[in-house]
C-alpha cells in the first residue's frame, strides 16, 4: 500500500469523517472503498458494454485476409 496525502474542501471532509464514526472504520478506508467501488463500476460497465457488441459482424461474411490484403495493396513482398 501507498501513502499519499489529498486535500478536502471542509463539507466533502465533514461528510468523510461523519461516514467514518458511522461505520467504525477510518477516513482512509472509506476513502479507499469509495475509490474500489468507482473502479469496479468502471470495469463493470466496459464489460457490459464489450457484451453488448460481441457478435455484432456475426452474421456477416468477412473474409479478413483479402481485407488486408487491401490495406497492404501498395506493399509488396
Request: charged share 40%; net charge positive; proline share 0%.
Amino acid at each position: 500500500m501507498r501513502r499519499t496525502q489529498i486535500y478536502f474542501g471542509d463539507q466533502t471532509y465533514g461528510y468523510l469523517k461523519k461516514e467514518s464514526e458511522t461505520r467504525h472504520v477510518t477516513i482512509s478506508e472509506v476513502i479507499r472503498e469509495s475509490i474500489n467501488d468507482r473502479i469496479k463500476r468502471k470495469v463493470q460497465n466496459m464489460l457490459k458494454a464489450t457484451d453488448e457488441i460481441l457478435g455484432i459482424w456475426k452474421d456477416r461474411e468477412f473474409d479478413v485476409e483479402a481485407h488486408i490484403r487491401n490495406l497492404r495493396k501498395d506493399r509488396t513482398l
